[in-house]
């Protein structure tokens, strides 16, 4: 019995894992945006007629689809007005959508402006200001916040377990959420980034 309550605890810790793992990779991008740095890169390499801007972005497997999508726009980027702008919307979802292959994620379409979330503005700073403190501080005080509140649910749950049954699910959802969450984030931390670009 104590086997069967163990290998169901560790089967459920792994579908919390790999759900942790897999959802944030679906919605942490910000270089599909028109305002990404993507995008922005591609519209340098049409204003300046200079591929390279955008290329660094692909990998050399997909340089020759970029360097012809490249040659194609520039054509049509010429005439101005309205057929620039759609050359320019085409060269960009183009050069965006081969550097979510070379990353391994999916296309889902050149997404609206929008400001980057905290973490990804903090992080886009700290590469012009050359400090990484101000990432550090974040990253660690949101551990720390995130790890207190979960353990702390889990000790308070613990305490309660045997009154019925119902609590000592509270309490094992509470221990599961606890030890996923510091397993995860620390897997992740050990593993490193999720994708780059094929590299």
């Known amino acids: 019995m104590l086997q069967l309550k163990t290998a169901k605890l560790s089967a459920l810790i792994a579908f919390f894992f790999l759900m942790g793992l897999s959802l944030p990779q679906l919605t942490e991008a910000h270089c599909d945006r028109v305002n990404g740095p993507v995008a922005v890169d591609a519209r340098k390499a049409l204003e300046t007629g200079n591929v390279s801007h955008a290329l660094i972005w692909v990998t ?3 340089s020759e689809e970029l360097k012809s999508a490249f040659q194609r726009t520039k ?64 990253l660690a005080s949101e551990i720390e916040e995130k790890v207190t509140e979960l353990h702390q649910k889990a000790i308070t749950a613990q305490n309660d377990k045997d009154k019925s049954i119902a609590s000592g699910r509270e309490a094992v959802d509470a221990y599961v959420r606890y030890i996923v969450y510091v397993h995860s984030l620390y897997n992740s931390i050990q593993a490193g980034p999720a994708h780059g670009i094929g590299n």
């Open 75 to 138: 054509k049509v980027y010429a005439k101005g007005g309205e057929s620039k702008k759609l050359a320019e919307r085409y060269f960009m979802e183009t050069t965006v959508r081969l550097h979510r292959e070379a990353e391994g994620m999916p296309y889902t379409g050149l997404k609206p402006a929008q400001e980057n979330p905290k973490d990804i503005a903090l992080a886009e700073e700290a590469l012009q200001s050359g400090n990484v403190q101000p990432v550090t501080r974040l």
């Open 60 to 62: 050399e497997e997909q």
